[in-house]
């Protein structure tokens, strides 16, 4: 019964994460799901499930911290003057800890920050 109930959890627990696409993968114009609820400091909140395009990647030079910026846009935006100031999200389900700063701009833009040496982990996207 044991060995029945930790089959089920793996299963499960592995295909919740299935769906996370790594960051090195994500694709300019492609359309990403948020896997997971993002919460801002302020506290506006963008459920899972949302679907963002994926508009900007950019390389950021910030001296002794090497940055990825990922710049999306929710396609029909229902709140296009809700704001948040940069916040600190943990990405969950990594072998290390990743977490990367994300801010949402007025038209529905939303800006990832995430530090180079995390490029090849688990991203809070999905397809």
Same mark, same amino acid.
């Given at each position: $019964?044991?060995?029945?109930?930790?089959?089920?959890?793996?299963?499960?627990?592995?295909?919740?994460?299935?769906?996370?696409?790594?960051?090195?993968?994500?694709?300019?114009?492609?359309?990403?799901?948020?896997?997971?609820? &993002? +919460?801002?400091?302020?506290? +506006?909140?963008?459920?899972?499930?949302?679907?963002?395009?994926?508009? %900007?990647?950019? *390389?950021?030079?910030?001296?002794?911290?090497? $940055? $990825?910026?990922?710049?999306?846009?929710?396609?029909?935006?229902?709140?296009? #003057?809700?704001? *948040? #100031?940069?916040?600190? +999200?943990? !990405?969950?389900?990594?072998?290390?800890?990743?977490? !990367?700063?994300?801010? &949402? %701009?007025?038209?529905?833009? &939303?800006? !990832?920050? &995430?530090?180079?040496?995390?490029?090849?982990?688990?991203?809070?996207?999905? %397809?």
């Amino acid at each position: $019964m044991k060995k029945i109930i930790l089959l089920a959890a793996i299963s499960f627990s592995s295909s919740i994460f299935a769906a996370s696409v790594q960051w090195s993968d994500l694709e300019q114009y492609n359309g990403y799901k948020i896997t997971q609820k &993002l +919460v801002f400091e302020n506290g +506006v909140t963008l459920p899972a499930g949302d679907v963002y395009e994926l508009n %900007e990647i950019e *390389a950021l030079s910030i001296p002794g911290y090497p $940055m $990825m910026l990922y710049g999306f846009h929710k396609k029909n935006c229902t709140t296009p #003057d809700q704001t *948040a #100031d940069i916040s600190i +999200v943990e !990405v969950p389900g990594q072998d290390w800890d990743v977490e !990367v700063g994300i801010q &949402l %701009e007025e038209g529905c833009n &939303l800006g !990832v920050y &995430l530090e180079v040496k995390d490029l090849y982990s688990g991203s809070t996207f999905g %397809e």
